[in-house]
């Protein structure tokens, strides 16, 4: 990413990090300034989210800083990023919408060791939190809301969870609180920017791999998404229970 | 293997009253699948908003949730302090577990002023007895609480679409958020799976009464 060089403008990744999202926030979803306009819009915001949180799992993963229940840990939290990342582009899909695509992605010094890993994956999860609650009432249809306070809900575990692999205190590290915090979508935008460089072709790893081979023929039975079978609720049970399928077929590698 | 029953179905709620308990057990037919979703595009509140919610923007539906809500919330903080009391936890797991006995108490009280703040009245906590020995031991403590941190998770995600309210929504989810996060962790002490599925899992008021009614005595 570092080469990521626009022969015009230079290295996008040395320009200030809120003209950076401006200029390329059309492109990657992130164009409002203060609201969600409709429920693609929230689903595009929190698609570009998951991208980075995807991106971000598969890199540190293949950087082997881990071993035992840690590496597990974060294996399985990297399969429920990319879970999430199709459940939305499958939604959006659905919807009529148009998927934004995955945003150019520099992690810096993440992955030089095991703290700066297990770090910046607990900043990405809490911020992670915040931002689908932070949007929650944006949503209209009741569905989507019910997915995505399913999806929130498993970013709280995994913010718990990595704080405490970190041993951060209990209260304030692990637990933020008796109650979550909602973050509007300028503060979350402020604390991803840094990541996000010019996009740069496809899709860095080639694609998400959502694991089992068994993507496009799944795609094909149309019950990849939040919603099943057009406007029908799914409901965060069946959803878990489809992605539960998915994600035993490719357990073996954990 | 009953390790998915909560004390494998023993007795533990015991309510003041007849009327609390049929109130209890008739929370489930309260709330028809049919309710209808209002909240949307309505802005979230922060938590602390939530006793200041209007009144006039509560429903039957909502309360109904809300003190179904409520008596769960009664049985994990009542349980967590009984279960912090009998000294069985130390060092790391003391100190994960301590807080999560403070947020059970918070949303107690919470949850309390949200139901008087929608016009409503709040159930009175239940009578909790717990089977012999069910804090002798760091496993038995740890491994009921796994049980009801994941009924709890499903509890208020079954509760996601019926709800009415933006404010009672926000609430819910964010008391809902923290429940995910006690229940990776007790999971995790427990060394059972912390992420057992990519989206939380649902469980409608029925299935949780079900879990739950054979404790009540």
Redesign the interface.
């Known amino acids: 990413m570092a080469n990521a060089r626009d022969l015009i403008h230079g290295n996008l990744s040395e320009v200030p990090a809120p003209m950076a999202l401006s200029a390329l926030n059309n492109r990657w979803g992130l164009a409002t300034a203060v609201d969600f306009g409709s429920d693609l819009d929230v689903l595009n915001y929190a698609l570009t989210l998951e991208y980075l949180e995807a991106a971000f799992y598969q890199q540190g993963n293949s950087a082997n800083l881990l071993s035992g229940d840690e590496k597990r840990?974060l294996a399985?939290?990297q399969?429920?990023e990319e879970?999430?990342v199709a459940?939305l582009t499958d939604t959006i899909k659905k919807l009529g919408g148009k998927p934004v695509a995955a945003p150019g992605v520099d992690f810096g010094t993440s992955f030089d060791n095991r703290d700066n890993y297990l770090k910046t994956s607990h900043t990405f999860e809490n911020v992670g939190?915040g931002a689908y609650?932070?949007a929650?009432?944006?949503?209209?249809?009741?569905?989507i809301?019910?997915?995505a306070?399913?999806?929130?809900?498993?970013e709280?575990?995994?913010?718990?969870?990595v704080g405490?692999l970190l041993?951060l205190?209990?209260?304030g590290g692990?637990?933020?609180?008796?109650?979550?915090?909602?973050v509007a979508k300028d503060k979350v935008l402020a604390q991803v920017a840094p990541f996000l460089t010019q996009m740069k072709g496809s899709w860095p790893t080639g694609g998400v791999n959502t694991g089992g081979g068994s993507t496009a023929s799944s795609q094909g039975a149309d019950n990849t998404g939040l919603l099943v079978g057009g406007a029908a609720?799914v409901?965060?049970?069946g959803?878990?229970?489809l992605?539960?399928r998915r994600?035993a077929s490719d357990g073996a590698d954990s | 293997m009953t390790a998915d029953r909560i004390f494998e179905g023993k007795p533990v709620l015991e309510f003041d009253t007849g009327s609390s308990r049929r109130k209890f057990l008739k929370m489930a037919g309260l709330v028809g699948v049919g309710a209808t979703?209002v909240?949307?595009?309505?802005?979230?509140t922060?938590?602390?908003a939530m006793a200041d919610a209007k009144m006039a923007t509560g429903t039957k539906g909502d309360l109904d949730i809300l003190n179904y809500a409520l008596t769960l919330e009664y049985l994990e903080a009542d349980y967590y302090a009984k279960g912090l009391a009998a000294g069985v936890l130390s060092g790391?797991e003391l100190?994960?577990i301590?807080?999560?006995s403070?947020?059970e108490k918070?949303?107690v009280s919470?949850v309390t002023d949200a139901v008087k703040a929608f016009g409503g009245t709040p159930v009175s906590k239940p009578k909790i007895t717990y089977p012999a020995g069910a804090f002798d031991t760091r496993e038995s403590f740890l491994k009921n609480a796994a049980m009801f941190e994941e009924l709890g998770?499903k509890a208020y995600?079954g509760q996601?679409?019926l709800i009415s309210s933006?404010d009672v929504?926000?609430?819910a989810?964010?008391?809902?958020?923290?429940?995910?996060?006690?229940?990776?962790?007790l999971a995790?002490l427990t060394a059972t799976n912390?992420?057992?599925?990519?989206?939380?899992?649902?469980?409608s008021m029925d299935q949780v009464l079900a879990e739950v009614k054979p404790l009540i005595s």
Do not use: C, W
């Open positions: 840990y399985t939290i399969k429920d879970t999430h459940a939190v609650l932070g929650a009432g944006f949503i209209k249809d009741k569905a809301l019910q997915a306070a399913g999806i929130f809900g498993v709280a575990r995994h913010a718990a969870l405490n041993d205190p209990a209260e692990v637990y933020m609180g008796a109650f979550e915090k909602p609720l409901g965060a049970a959803a878990a229970a992605m539960a994600r | 979703f909240a949307g595009g309505a802005v979230l922060a938590p602390t790391r100190e994960l301590t807080p999560i403070d947020h918070t949303h919470a998770v995600h996601v679409t933006g929504l926000a609430s989810a964010a008391i809902a958020g923290v429940e995910s996060r006690h229940a990776a962790i995790q912390p992420f057992p599925a990519p989206v939380e899992g649902t469980l």
